[in-house]
């Protein structure tokens, strides 16, 4: 990959969009990017993981919203990661996730988007309990 301008950079550190934080994902893993992102895994990025989703959980207890965003974008960062390593394995793309749960979303909630109609909160929990249980079934099914 060729190396990136100061430029290009900036405009990278301005983008708003995920296409962007991909792009600089594919950058730092590329051969001329960043020593240790390189020499990640999947298996040793999930430390990160598990702390960035702890910090999470410790902004929205404090109510501490621009420390949220800020972790929020690191738990999205490491979507992305994972995802890039992925793509670099042959395994999947950031699209092929993204595609992956815009349909889950779909499909587990037919009351919004199939003209169905629940009420409550717990009507739409049961739902989703029931639905991600078939899911699962099927999915074993297929693999035998």
């Given amino acids: 990959m060729k190396k990136i301008t100061k430029r290009a950079a900036a405009g990278l550190a301005r983008s708003p969009s995920l296409a962007a934080l991909a792009r600089i994902m594919k950058v730092l893993l590329s051969p001329g990017g960043c020593p240790w992102d390189r020499k990640q895994t999947h298996a040793t990025l999930l430390k990160y993981l598990h702390e960035e989703a702890g910090e999470v959980g410790r902004a929205v207890r404090k109510k501490d919203w ?3 965003r800020e972790e929020l974008g690191d738990v999205l960062l490491q ?13 999947f793309t950031l699209a092929d996730v993204i595609r992956t749960i815009n349909a889950k979303m779909v499909r587990r909630h037919p009351h919004v988007f199939g003209g169905g109609k629940l009420s409550t909160p717990a009507q739409v929990l049961r739902q989703w309990k029931k639905i991600k249980l078939n899911e699962k079934a099927a999915a074993r099914k297929r693999k035998n």
Avoid: I, T, W
Wanted: avoid cysteine.
């Fill in 66 to 68: 621009p420390n949220l």
């Fill in 79 to 91: 979507v992305v990661f994972h995802s890039a390593l992925a793509e670099r394995d042959g395994r």
